[in-house]
């Protein structure tokens, strides 16, 4: 955007040198027609004097000069004479050079007029398309400004559906977990690790921000890694299976999933799974097989969405596994 409106600065002062160029050249343009009057009244006024010279001696006659010389009574007559026809014939060749000259300048100005006009007619045909760019930049500036503003309608629109659903999935699972009735007593012992070979995490638990802005509290941790779709699921402890859904909205909530009770209050979760071959009431030993990884639900790639709640509140898993790296 920057960029344009460098480009849209640079444009309006061409135009602007333009306008200042082809004013210029109009004051020049009006100097050059008043010179040229200025002119053809001095050729007037050359043809006039040189038309009454004509007339006169039209009136006398071309015996005039004869008539003078041959007159004179006297030598000093005679010069006088002489000297009047020369003067009279410089008089002539006088008026007539000047209105060669004028002439001559008239039609200098007369082209420098033509070539000033020409000059103004292609600066105007260059605004004309300076002009033109310009508003084919502030076209494309309004353009990209209507562009950012559906961009940031989107995102903050998305950003608010991002939130809804992710509050909407928290509500599920624990509308879930105040239906469910956990066994008393603790099965003992120590968590396992629900990947046989897979610990890379995608995410941890606590607050996370999505790339529209949204943020919401990830109540578990994300296992995942090259190759790990299909892979087994493990239980993190005996206990027995206290829910399971495998019904899903594609690419909303937790997709298949699964909660094993283990006792004391413990439970674990897996989620986004691609199959799950274990049903509510199984007891299940720790370690055993229970699911397949897969990418059901809103997930971005396959990977095990793992919780571990105490009294159905969410817990950081990795509280358990201090081994595993964040
Ligand atoms: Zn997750």
Redesign the pocket.
Known sequence: RAKIQKQIELIQEQIDNLIERIELLNQDIEAREIEIVNLEMTIDDCYTKFEHRLRASQVTGSATNWELLFGAKSLSEFLSAVQTIKRIAEYDNGLIAELKESKKEVEAQRAALQKDREEVEALKADADEKRKELDSKLAQVQDSINSINTTLQQTEKSKKETEAEMAEKQQEIDNIYKQLEFDENYVGGEFLWPSKSFTKLT?TYGWRSWSNGASDF?????IAGAGIYGTDILAANAGKVAYVKTTYVAGKGYGKYLIVDHGGGYSTLY??CSSISVKVGDTVKRGQVIAKVGSTGNSTGP?I??EIRVNSKHQDPLLWFPNVKK
């Open positions: 995410s990830h109540t578990g941790i994300d989620a986004h990977h969405h793992f």
